[in-house]
């Protein structure tokens, strides 16, 4: 079975930073596209960075986040990485690794425990 584990969380003041690492197993990732996702209390699910596969992989980010978080894989390591500074109030969440939807490897895989950020003001 594939499984994500994510780690790195924790709890942090605002504008402190976080390094949250995803490690998986069961499948070999580099071929696949991969995104961390997050969900506060409330709230709905919403996919915060993508990357593509690949020799110069491509990350996407949502506005919420962009130019203050950045996504990395080593998938020799078969491990994706979330850098996260410049954290806000806003960012606390649980924070999860998980293919997108979009991708053939999505209806394969399930959510992790994930790891809680919290961002004190």
């Known amino acids: 079975q594939v499984q994500f584990v994510e780690s790195g969380g924790g709890l942090v003041q605002s504008g402190g930073s976080l390094r949250l690492s995803c490690k998986a197993s069961?499948?070999?990732?580099?071929?696949?596209?991969m995104a961390w996702h997050r969900q506060a209390p409330g709230k709905e699910r919403e996919l915060v960075a993508s990357?593509?596969?690949?020799?110069?992989?491509?990350?996407n980010y949502s506005d919420s986040v962009k130019g203050r978080f950045t996504i990395s894989r080593d998938d020799a390591k078969n491990t994706v990485y979330l850098q996260m500074n410049s954290l806000k109030p806003e960012d606390t969440s649980v924070y999860y690794c998980?293919?997108?939807?979009?991708?053939?490897?999505?209806?394969?895989?399930?959510w992790g425990q994930g790891t809680q950020v919290t961002v004190s003001s």
């Open positions: 998980r293919p997108p939807r979009h991708s053939p490897l999505y209806p394969k895989t399930t």
């Open positions: 069961n499948i070999n990732i580099r071929i696949y596209n």
């Open positions: 990357i593509t596969p690949g020799d110069f992989p491509i990350p």
